[in-house]
T-cell receptor, first 116, second 114 residues
Framework: GAGVSQSPSNKVTEKGKDVELRCDPI?????LYWYRQSLGQGLEFLIY????????KSGLPSDRFSAERTGGSVSTLTIQRTQQEDSAVYLC??????????????FGPGTRLLVL | AQTVTQSQPEMSVQEAETVTLSCTYD???????LFWYKQPPSRQMILVIR??????QNATENRFSVNFQKAAKSFSLKISDSQLGDTAMYFC???????????FGRGTSLIVHP
């Protein structure tokens, strides 16, 4: 079946503008994760969804970042008033069910965000 | 807090040779899981191999195998018969038994030369 998809692939925006990043997980996957990958860095956890609820928002770097998930499927990550330090690749991943630690995550191709 | 360290930012290997990527981690947990993910230039990250801490036997997936040293908290990845398609960033990741959130290392960039 189809894998995790993300859109747009690339996004260039001006400082201060809002952006929305979309993630379509694998059908039936109940867990969804957002990560940020900056140049030369590992993956920084942002937020985790189980179904439509987000039991762990601990990684969101500021209140300019928010995310939602509707229908237990598509998720949107919104960054308000973007700053240059928000420039990064934003990765989405999903997994089958919240078995926890042993679940393999399936990643999307990412959205490369550049804030000018 | 758990940490994952990949001490080799870059590595290179000749095609058909063997290379080992290192990973160490720090945890006080006894139940946890370790993963190696591969991120090729196309950016889509995929799982290479994973290891359950309670298993003594090292995981193997075709040309990929791990050397899991629990006491030393070491989890290295060995790639045998390297192929050009193995060129990628490799990330080591750790998840404790009670968590849904993995901790990733900073990655090792592997280049396979023809």
């Amino acid at each position: 079946g189809a894998g995790v998809s993300q859109s747009p692939s690339n996004k260039v925006t001006e400082k201060g503008k809002d952006v929305e990043l979309r993630c379509d997980p694998i059908s039936g996957h109940t867990a969804l994760y957002w990560y940020r990958q900056s140049l030369g860095q590992g993956l920084e956890f942002l937020i985790y969804f189980q179904g439509n609820s987000a039991p762990d928002k601990s990684g969101l770097p500021s209140d300019r970042f928010s995310a939602e998930r509707t229908g237990g499927s598509v998720s949107t990550l919104t960054i308000q008033r973007t700053q240059q330090e928000d420039s990064a690749v934003y990765l989405c991943a999903s997994s089958w069910r919240p078995q926890g630690a042993q679940e393999t995550q399936y990643f999307g191709p990412g959205t490369r965000l550049l804030v000018l | 807090a758990q940490t994952v360290t990949q001490s080799q930012p870059e590595m290179s290997v000749q095609e058909a040779e063997t290379v080992t990527l290192s990973c160490t981690y720090d945890t006080s947990e006894s139940n946890y899981y370790l993963f190696w993910y591969k991120q090729p230039p196309s950016r889509q990250m995929i799982l290479v191999i994973r290891q359950e801490a309670y298993k003594q036997q090292n995981a193997t997936e075709n040309r990929f195998s791990v050397n899991f040293q629990k006491a030393a908290k070491s989890f290295s990845l060995k790639i045998s018969d390297s192929q050009l398609g193995d060129t990628a960033m490799y990330f080591c990741a750790f998840t404790s038994g009670g968590s849904y959130i993995p901790t990733f290392g900073r990655g090792t960039s592997l280049i396979v030369h023809p």
